[in-house]
């Protein structure tokens, strides 16, 4: 299919382990890559990508504020829109993340995205005031994966497998 895709990599992050994720997985993603601060995220964004990267803290055992934000915005008026279309998720969690994970999960069932690869979930094990709200670096090994699944997921939108 040889096009040139948008991977949308929507992001927020409050202490950096998730912003790092997603500049991580944009350099993978090279030039399909198109990184959105949830905040700054509008229906007509998601609606001309081709696929999407959810990168986001687990705050209180669910997706960001900001994200939860991000995806209100969009939901209606993508719903019919943009079925089929490749999806992936990123998460910095202070234990398991898979609070967030279901949430966003559960969301884009209602759009029928297509789950391209596995969720990334790094536990920073941050479990007191001080740590949960101290700045953070994404360790290598996850810095490096979310390049790898940037890199897959554009790829495989430019041959046109999703």
Known sequence: MDKNPRLL??????????EALARAAAEGAGAAAWLVNAGEA???MLLAADGYIFVCPENLGSMS???KEAFDRAYYPLLGKVEGRAYATMIAAGSDGEGAQRQIDRIVTGWRLKRVAPPVIVNLA????EAI???KAAPEAALVQARDTGAAIAEGLRLGLF
Do not use: K
Not at 10 to 17: E, F, K, N, P, Y
Not at 126 to 129: E, G
């Open 42 to 44: 509008e229906p007509d």
């Open 133 to 135: 709200n101290a700045p």
């Open 9 to 18: 990599i929507l992001w927020h992050s409050r202490t950096g382990a998730s």
């Open 65 to 67: 504020g900001l994200m």
């Open 126 to 129: 941050a479990q007191t005031p």
